[in-house]
């Protein structure tokens, strides 16, 4: 048996491990005996890699996390990112640095008419593969500019945002279209012959948290570290988004733009409504990658072959 099938089949097992087969507390058990001083290099070896910019907040290397068969996610290969429309000069001259081959947008066609294209490296376009929102930038689009205390509250106050969030989140499990984007993106992070790729979506971190934390636990990231990726996004998020409330309250069109909070943070509740629904679904996050996603043992190696060294 050649070398790289031995290492293709090594792989195998490793991905049929990390998706299921193992009890639920293999993901985040400690290696038996490891003290204090093996804990902190592992924090410090899974710091979470932004890479600032001016015009975009979000873009980060999803490498560096340790996997729980012992592993450590290749960095320099996947980016998430929110959206790239208002970069700088100096903003693409950086990631034009990064070496992308390819950059997939999840935002739908009302998004880019509101936000604008991606502003990229010469030579680099990115692929349009919307994910729903669910109707939800249209929702904002609208209660925003109503400039109407009364309709904004009707249609964010009261807890709907919150369950707006929720049924977004379902949604990136139940419907077909959604799963087959992700799907495509994981197999095309999969492909030895693809160089570095980039997704995003308006905010990165939804539609792109979502994918991040599938991809994560797809390598055999233990699930508390892929959820820490996801929350990452409130951290990261945060000033900006404090900015765009307050200058909504300055402009006059909202008098509680804090309506908003719910639709701009990521929270466990929502990532919990899209797991519980894929465990309703296909019994186990395995079924969602073989059944739902559509990926087959031999992609899943592949990916992990790539992905983690």
Not at 244 to 260: F, K, T, W
């Given at each position: 048996m050649s070398r790289a099938r031995i290492r293709l089949t090594t792989a195998a097992a490793a991905a049929a491990l990390a998706v299921g087969i193992l009890p639920a507390s293999a993901y985040a058990a400690t290696a038996p005996g490891a003290g204090a001083a093996a804990r902190h290099h592992q924090q410090q070896a899974e710091t979470i890699r932004q890479i600032p910019l001016q015009g975009a907040v979000n873009l980060r290397d999803i490498g560096g996390y340790r996997t729980w068969t012992g592993g450590q996610v290749r960095q320099g290969l996947v980016y998430r990112s929110d959206a790239l429309s208002k970069l700088t000069a100096a903003d693409v001259t950086t990631v034009a640095g990064l070496g992308l081959k390819k950059v997939v947008d999840f935002r739908i066609p009302m998004e880019l008419q509101y936000d604008g294209a991606d502003r990229l490296p010469s030579g680099l376009s990115p692929t349009s593969r919307p994910v729903s929102d669910l109707g939800l930038y249209g929702t904002l689009v609208g209660a925003i500019g109503s400039g109407d205390p009364v309709t904004q509250e009707q249609m964010l106050g009261g807890g709907r945002a919150e369950a707006y969030m929720r049924d977004i989140y379902r949604t990136f499990v139940t419907s077909p279209e959604n799963r087959a984007q992700f799907a495509a993106t994981l197999g095309e992070i999969a492909d030895g012959r693809q160089g570095p790729v980039l997704y995003h979506c308006t905010s990165g971190k939804d539609r792109t948290g979502w994918m991040s934390y599938v991809l994560l636990r797809a390598l055999a990231v233990p699930e508390d570290t892929a959820e820490r990726d996801y929350l990452a996004s409130n951290t990261f998020r945060a000033a900006y988004d404090a900015q765009?409330?307050?200058?909504?309250?300055?402009?006059?069109?909202?008098?509680?733009?804090?309506?908003?909070i719910p639709l701009q943070e990521v929270r466990r509740d929502y990532l919990d409504s899209a797991t519980a629904q894929m465990e309703a679904d296909y019994g186990s996050f395995y079924g969602y990658l073989t059944q739902g996603l559509g990926l087959d043992l031999r992609t899943l190696a592949k990916l992990q072959d790539r992905m983690v060294r």
């Open positions: 765009v409330r307050a200058g909504l309250r300055q402009s006059g069109r909202m008098q509680n733009p804090d309506l908003l």
